[in-house]
């Protein structure tokens, strides 16, 4: 049987999310480190730079995004469960958790990793072994992970994670976990008896790190066993129902969505459209500047660069800067293209559930020019 071949690593966030995905399809792959011998001489050259995931398919094709490796997948390859149901509305809300899975959650996932090293740090330093070379001297180990993990921790700070958010950082994760539990109690999955594109995105950062990093991991088997064992759950090929009677793999009604659904959706609209508005606006602002800005470009000197710039906004009362990346309105288009292709009535239905939701300004704000993904890139058409 011809494999597909699988690029990244164990403490990955958005590997997380293709990996589960790829298991639940029941697509065979086998998965490589970034540091394998075929991931730098092979495709690095062809992705450009350091980034993860990359799928390599039989045919030999490269897919680099875990967005586009679901997508490429599902229009290829017969698959158990599809990532996006049939209904406009359903499809609109998986589209939703998509954005706040990969994005919304990177805060915390960035705090409960980097901030907590008297529990965390010599796992990590174990996990990030994986990214050395082959034959790496043991040592040259402590330099390689203390330039790396410095790396990580810049990065954590670009996100709004500091002494000053820690605080409301783990008060909002904290939230989300009671609410995901609360959820999780009646259904197996986000939308019901089968994984949605939502599950994926979620998966990423609650398995990668948060499940799986010490700290957080402890947290998320104190207060929230059930979401736990979803994560172990989305992690396994097979189906397993021993949390629920009668389970089927139907999903739920598009026409009354659950309340404990539409809580997480307006937990969304306070800890991530501030965040996702500020940064239309401040794109909006920096694209303004720079009319000229050919198509096809990211309009910086490096087009492997992903922020843009910083945005302020307030953030459970207090102001907050984080990383401008296009990339988020690349998923947010995914979300409005599929509510602007909807019937009259569906768009109706959408708006209605949005408006539930307090997510009514998602389906309308967007930046001047569309951002796309060429030769692997972010740019701006």
């Not at 996990?127 to 790396?148: H, K, N, V, W, Y």
């Not at 459970?316 to 979300?335: C, E, K, N, T, W």
Request: aromatic share 12%; proline share 6%; charged share 20%.
């Amino acid at each position: 049987m011809s494999r597909f071949t699988l690029f990244g690593i164990h403490c990955s966030l958005y590997t997380a999310k293709a990996r589960s995905y790829l298991r639940k399809q029941g697509i065979p792959f086998e998965e490589y480190s970034v540091s394998s011998r075929e991931y730098q001489s092979s495709i690095l050259p062809t992705v450009k730079r350091m980034i993860m995931p990359v799928l390599k398919t039989p045919q030999g094709v490269i897919v680099q995004d875990s967005a586009d490796i679901i997508r490429y997948c599902e229009a290829h390859e017969a698959v158990k469960y599809p990532a996006l149901p049939d209904s406009a509305v359903l499809r609109a809300v998986s589209y939703l958790f998509e954005l706040f899975g990969g994005e919304g959650l990177l805060r915390p996932a960035m705090h409960y990793r980097w901030n907590f090293d008297e529990v965390n740090l010599d796992y990590l330093r174990s996990e990030f072994r994986c990214l050395m070379p082959a034959g790496t001297a043991e040592s040259d180990r402590p330099q390689l992970f203390d330039i790396a993990s410095g790396s990580m921790r810049k990065a954590a700070k670009s996100f709004g994670v500091s002494e000053h958010s820690a605080a409301a950082i783990e008060a909002s994760f904290n939230e989300f976990l009671r609410l995901f539990e609360a959820h999780l109690s009646d259904y197996p999955y986000l939308l019901g008896g089968r994984p949605t594109l939502g599950d994926y995105a979620l998966m990423g950062p609650l398995y990668a790190h948060f499940y799986r990093d010490p700290q957080p991991g402890l947290l998320m088997r104190r207060k929230a066993p059930g979401v736990a064992r979803w994560v172990e759950r989305m992690n396994t090929a097979e189906d397993n129902w021993t949390d629920y009677e009668n389970a089927a793999s139907a999903l739920v009604s598009d026409t009354d969505l659950p309340e404990s659904l539409l809580a997480l959706m307006r937990f969304i609209a306070i800890d991530f459209l501030p965040e996702i508005l500020a940064h239309i606006e401040f794109s909006n602002q920096w694209l303004a500047a720079r009319p000229d800005l050919p198509a096809g470009s990211n309009g910086l000197e490096d087009p492997a660069q992903r922020f843009i710039g910083m945005a302020q906004f307030n953030w459970r009362g207090i102001p907050l800067r984080s990383s401008v990346m296009p990339y988020r309105f690349y998923l947010l288009q995914h979300l409005q293209d599929s509510y602007a292709q909807a019937t009259e009535s569906a768009q109706r239905d959408i708006a209605d559930v949005f408006a539930a939701g307090d997510l009514s300004q998602l389906l309308t704000s967007h930046t001047e020019r569309r951002v796309a993904r060429h030769n692997f890139l972010e740019i701006w058409q």
